[in-house]
């Protein structure tokens, strides 16, 4: 059974950077694509990124409008860990940040992000 555990949130100051790590275990990494979820105080969870399991390009990443081109997906099959690169940080983007395989799996405990002075 697949365990997802994420780390690295925290609390930062608008238009700063945090980089979100997820790492898995129990599964065969590299045959899944993987996305990247948050839930806002008070907001159902929403969708952030998905990259594939794309090997020989190291996985392509598709992104939410309200983070691309701040927000960064990426993975490291030999680590069975997907990243989260997250720059240009808006107090909107404070939640409690997620990833899962797809089409989906269970889910971990999630990583605090707070944005704010």
């Known amino acids: 059974q697949e365990q997802l555990v994420e780390s690295g949130g925290g609390l930062v100051q608008p238009g700063g950077s945090l980089r979100l790590s997820c790492a898995a275990s129990?599964?065969?990494?590299?045959?899944?694509?993987l996305a990247w979820y948050r839930r806002a105080p008070g907001k159902q969870r929403e969708w952030v990124a998905t990259i594939t399991k794309d090997i020989t390009k190291g996985g392509i990443g598709t992104y939410a409008d309200s983070v691309k081109g701040r927000f960064t997906i990426s993975r490291d099959n030999a680590r069975n860990t997907v990243y989260l690169q997250m720059n240009s940080l808006k107090p909107e983007d404070t939640a409690v940040y997620y990833c899962?395989?797809?089409?989906?799996?269970?889910w971990g405990q999630g990583t605090q992000v707070t944005v704010s002075s």
């Open positions: 899962n395989i797809l089409p989906g799996g269970n």
């Open positions: 129990g599964i065969i990494f590299s045959r899944f694509a």
